[in-house]
């Protein structure tokens, strides 16, 4: 059996996919078979002439993957808007059991799993289920994005305080789009995250001009930027 975490954010486009495929190639980087998996997505690209989810093709472009896209996603919604509105709009009914499922059936395969979920952790999946609920469905460890950007230090407590509230465990931070050098405001908000949360940083990533970029980084560089041992 496998082992999983749960990938949420504190904002919109907060990078959440990014960091989910970084933590991928870092386990791959060390020979742990490990995947992403995207139980619900909002939001399409065209990709040999069929529709798939815009994550899992991000997770296809620039990671080590050898299965359909299917395999990496379970609900698959064209309208880029909550999982419960475009469920609605689409006439899609959305069942946990299957997403329950298929996260078992991936934890038998695999040695670790990335669940990345559709935005944070209070967003509705379909009426009366949100994303906190599947997560303690899942009952998987959360790991949570950030950045250093004004306004974090309300959004992280936010986020974290509302995971402790329904008793979820925090496995750790990871700050995305650090930049090469910071400045006050950005070096403070580091150590009041951490003194606010009381968590963790398990990773730092950096900002990327370019999508592609993310395939010109060394294994070392993988390593440095994500606490691997922390999670395998």
């Given at each position: 059996?496998?082992?999983?975490?749960?990938?949420?954010?504190?904002?919109?486009n907060?990078?959440?996919?990014?960091?989910?495929?970084?933590?991928?190639?870092?386990?791959?980087?060390?020979?742990?078979?490990a995947i992403?998996?995207?139980?619900i997505?909002s939001?399409v690209?065209?990709?040999?002439n069929?529709?798939v989810?815009?994550?899992?093709?991000?997770?296809?472009?620039?990671?080590?993957?050898k299965?359909?896209?299917?395999?990496?996603?379970?609900?698959?919604?064209e309208?880029?808007?909550?999982?419960?509105l475009?469920?609605?709009?689409?006439n899609?009914?959305?069942?946990?059991?299957?997403?329950?499922?298929r996260?078992?059936e991936?934890?038998?395969?695999h040695?670790?799993?990335?669940?990345?979920g559709?935005?944070?952790?209070?967003?509705?999946?379909?009426?009366?289920?949100?994303?906190?609920?599947?997560m303690?469905?899942?009952?998987?460890?959360?790991?949570i994005?950030?950045?250093?950007?004004?306004?974090?230090l309300?959004?992280?407590?936010?986020?974290?305080?509302?995971?402790k509230?329904?008793?979820?465990?925090?496995?750790?931070?990871?700050?995305?789009?650090?930049?090469?050098?910071?400045?006050?405001?950005?070096?403070?908000?580091?150590?009041?995250?951490?003194?606010?949360?009381?968590?963790?940083?398990?990773?730092?990533?950096?900002?990327?001009?370019?999508?592609?970029?993310?395939?010109?980084?060394?294994?070392?560089?993988?390593?440095?930027?994500?606490m691997?041992?922390?999670?395998?």
């Open positions: 059996m496998g082992k999983g975490y749960f990938i949420t954010g504190t904002d919109t907060i990078g959440k996919t990014f960091v989910t495929s970084h933590l991928v190639a870092a386990m791959q980087q060390i020979r742990v078979d992403p998996y995207k139980p997505q939001g690209v065209k990709k040999n069929r529709l989810g815009e994550d899992v093709a991000f997770y296809k472009e620039y990671l080590d993957l299965e359909d896209f299917s395999y990496y996603n379970t609900y698959t919604l309208t880029p808007v909550s999982p419960h475009a469920s609605k709009l689409e899609v009914t959305m069942n946990e059991e299957v997403i329950l499922e996260y078992k991936l934890e038998e395969q040695e670790v799993i990335f669940v990345e559709a935005g944070g952790v209070a967003v509705p999946l379909k009426e009366d289920f949100d994303t906190i609920d599947l303690k469905e899942l009952k998987l460890p959360v790991i994005v950030t950045t250093l950007k004004l306004g974090t309300n959004h992280t407590l936010l986020t974290t305080e509302y995971l509230y329904h008793q979820i465990e925090i496995k750790g931070l990871i700050i995305n789009k650090v930049p090469s050098r910071l400045n006050v405001m950005e070096k403070d908000n580091v150590s009041m995250m951490k003194k606010m949360t009381g968590l963790d940083v398990i990773g730092l990533i950096p900002e990327y001009k370019q999508p592609e970029d993310f395939t010109k980084i060394s294994n070392l560089q993988f390593q440095n930027m994500i691997t041992e922390k999670l395998v």
